[in-house]
C-alpha cells in the first residue's frame, strides 16, 4: 500500500542522454516536489506543483524540467544529464492548503550518469 | 545560505540512553519545524512535527523542543534503541510557502 511510488529505484543513463524520472500518489494530494539528494548533503528542493501550478526554485538549472499531468503523477525530465546530476531523487507530496502538514516521500531514484 | 542547519554530521549512542539530536535556522519566517528518519536506499519518513506556538511536542520515545528565541530545535530519543540508527533531518517550513527546507543531516549509531 506504498502512497508514493518512483520509478525506477536505480536508473544508470549516458552522459548527454535526455532521462526521465516518474512518481506516481495514491493520496490525492495537490502538491508534489522534486527534490535532489548528494551525498551526505540536505535535500533541495528542485521544483514543486500546486495543482497545476508550477512552481520553479531560483537556482534550479534549465536542465531539470518537470511535467504533471494528472493529479496523481508528476515526472522530472533531465534533459542533458552531467556527471554532477548523479544523485538520489526524491519525489514527494503534501496535502496543501491552509495549515501545515508534512510530505510524504517516495523511495528515491539512484541517478548514475556514465 | 543554509537557512537550517544541523552540525552533528554523526552521534553515538548507547543502547537505552537518550538520544539528542540538534538543529538551528535562521530564517525567522519559519513556523513549522519537522524530523524525518531516513534509512539507506529509502525516502526519508516522517517522525514527528511542531509549530512555533508551542515549545514541545511529544510522541511516545520522541519529544521535540523548541526554542524560538534560540532560533534551535532539538529532538530526543528515550530510550534509544537499535531500530533508531538512521539518518535525521530536521525541516523547516514558514506559512503558506508549502515547501520544506532541510538540514544536511545528522547519522545516529545506537550501539547495543
Known amino acids: 500500500d506504498a502512497m508514493v511510488i518512483q520509478n525506477p529505484r536505480y536508473q544508470v543513463t549516458q552522459f548527454g542522454k535526455p532521462v526521465t524520472l516518474s512518481c506516481s500518489q495514491t493520496l490525492n494530494h495537490n502538491v508534489m516536489y522534486w527534490y535532489q539528494q548528494k551525498s551526505s548533503q540536505a535535500p533541495k528542493l528542485l521544483f514543486h506543483?500546486?495543482?497545476?501550478?508550477?512552481?520553479n526554485e531560483a537556482d534550479t538549472p534549465d536542465n531539470f524540467q518537470s511535467r504533471r499531468p494528472n493529479t496523481s503523477f508528476c515526472f522530472l525530465d533531465i534533459r542533458s544529464p552531467g556527471l554532477g546530476d548523479a544523485a538520489m531523487y526524491l519525489c514527494?507530496?503534501?496535502?496543501?492548503?491552509?495549515?501545515?502538514?508534512?510530505?510524504?516521500f517516495g523511495q528515491g531514484t539512484r541517478l548514475t550518469v556514465v | 545560505d543554509q537557512q537550517v542547519k544541523q552540525n552533528s554530521p554523526s552521534l553515538s549512542v548507547q543502547e537505552g540512553r537518550i538520544s539528542i539530536l540538534n538543529c538551528d535556522y535562521t530564517?525567522?519566517?519559519?513556523?513549522?519545524f519537522l524530523w524525518y528518519k531516513k534509512y539507506p536506499a529509502e525516502g526519508p519518513t516522517f517522525l514527528i512535527s511542531i509549530s512555533s506556538i508551542k515549545d514541545k511536542n511529544e510522541d511516545g520515545r520522541f519529544t521535540v523542543f523548541l526554542n524560538k528565541s534560540a532560533k534551535h530545535l532539538s529532538l530526543h530519543i528515550v530510550p534509544s534503541q537499535p531500530g533508531d540508527s538512521a539518518v535525521y533531518f530536521c525541516?523547516?517550513?514558514?506559512?503558506?510557502?508549502?515547501?520544506?527546507?532541510f538540514g544536511q543531516g545528522t547519522r545516529l549509531t545506537i550501539n547495543p
Open positions: 530564517n525567522s519566517m519559519f513556523d513549522y
Open positions: 514527494a507530496t503534501s496535502r496543501g492548503g491552509q495549515g501545515n502538514t508534512e510530505a510524504f
Open positions: 506543483y500546486y495543482d497545476k501550478d508550477f512552481n
Open positions: 525541516a523547516a517550513s514558514a506559512q503558506g510557502a508549502q515547501k520544506l527546507v
